[in-house]
């Protein structure tokens, strides 16, 4: 097992979620952190103190790694078995609340007359409102899924927390650029969410590229990038289709 490479993955989640908790100080402030003198869902108020919870578990679990504390390190993950299936619990409340609040701005549009939609209409358009949620959603339940059934394969189990990672990224990324144009460039109309995705792309393409070089398993790589692709290639060309208006359908 080289200690070489988890130690790069151990220090690439490290910073990443340091960089996380710090960027998300700007990315949530229009939308939570400077509304908390409002009344909110208190849902939104669990979902934001699991996330910070999470972000810090990584922070030391991947601190640990980078120590050497593997023993230590092993202990603390299994507090992941309690928190996760909560984080997802929270996270599948917010898409519903993400969903409820982009069919009521899509209908008050329509009854001002900014939109010329109506009925099915406006349904087909709140159901790609949450592509983008439940494409972080879906990553986050999958990697950290495949990191903790390959737990006793290390550099496996670094690569799948790396991209479990990365599915935060957007979330964060997305929203801190987006207020920060509207700001300083309030008619700039720009997809920033492909910003994170090529990040995702390009970090795991290199990925892919040093285990190949080393003779290194290149699997979880190659699954984690084909995922990443897959996702986007849906997000991109999927959302009028039949099969993601049925199956987004069947929740809401």
């Given at each position: 097992?080289?200690?070489?490479?988890?130690?790069?993955?151990?220090?690439?989640?490290?910073?990443?979620?340091?960089?996380?908790?710090?960027?998300?100080?700007?990315?949530?402030?229009?939308?939570?952190?400077?509304?908390?003198?409002?009344?909110?869902?208190?849902?939104?108020?669990?979902?934001?103190?699991?996330?910070?919870?999470?972000?810090?578990?990584?922070?030391?679990?991947?601190?640990?790694?980078?120590?050497?504390?593997?023993?230590?390190?092993?202990?603390?993950?299994?507090?992941?078995?309690?928190?996760?299936?909560?984080?997802?619990?929270?996270?599948?409340?917010?898409?519903?609340?993400?969903y409820e609040r982009g069919l009521g701005e899509l209908r008050e549009a329509a009854e001002a007359g900014r939109l010329s939609l109506?009925?099915?209409?406006?349904?087909?358009?709140?159901?790609?409102?949450?592509?983008?949620?439940?494409?972080?959603?879906?990553?986050?339940?999958?990697?950290?899924?495949?990191?903790?059934?390959?737990?006793?394969?290390?550099?496996?189990?670094?690569?799948?927390?790396?991209?479990?990672?990365?599915?935060?990224?957007?979330?964060?990324?997305?929203?801190?650029?987006?207020?920060?144009?509207?700001?300083?460039?309030?008619?700039?109309?720009?997809?920033?969410?492909?910003?994170?995705?090529?990040?995702?792309?390009?970090?795991?393409?290199?990925?892919?590229?040093?285990?190949?070089?080393?003779?290194?398993?290149?699997?979880?790589?190659?699954?984690?990038?084909?995922?990443?692709?897959?996702?986007?290639?849906?997000?991109?060309?999927?959302?009028?289709?039949?099969?993601?208006?049925?199956t987004v359908g069947l929740f809401f």
């Open positions: 097992m080289p200690k070489a490479a988890l130690k790069f993955y151990a220090n690439a989640v490290f910073f990443g979620a340091l960089l996380l908790a710090v960027l998300s100080l700007h990315a949530f402030y229009p939308t939570y952190l400077g509304l908390l003198g409002k009344p909110l869902p208190w849902m939104m108020h669990l979902h934001a103190v699991l996330m910070a919870a999470w972000l810090g578990l990584l922070v030391l679990q991947s601190g640990l790694i980078r120590r050497g504390n593997v023993s230590l390190h092993r202990t603390t993950g299994r507090l992941s078995y309690a928190l996760v299936p909560l984080l997802l619990l929270t996270a599948v409340a917010m898409i519903a609340y993400s109506s009925g099915e209409a406006l349904l087909h358009e709140a159901r790609k409102y949450v592509a983008l949620p439940v494409y972080y959603f879906v990553g986050f339940a999958l990697f950290y899924s495949l990191a903790m059934l390959n737990r006793r394969r290390p550099l496996a189990h670094a690569q799948f927390m790396l991209a479990t990672m990365l599915m935060l990224t957007g979330p964060v990324l997305d929203r801190s650029l987006y207020f920060t144009a509207s700001v300083a460039m309030p008619e700039l109309r720009f997809p920033f969410e492909w910003v994170a995705f090529i990040l995702a792309d390009c970090v795991f393409a290199a990925v892919l590229v040093l285990n190949l070089r080393r003779g290194a398993s290149w699997q979880p790589a190659a699954f984690c990038l084909a995922c990443f692709l897959a996702g986007q290639s849906i997000y991109r060309f999927g959302l009028d289709s039949r099969a993601w208006q049925s």
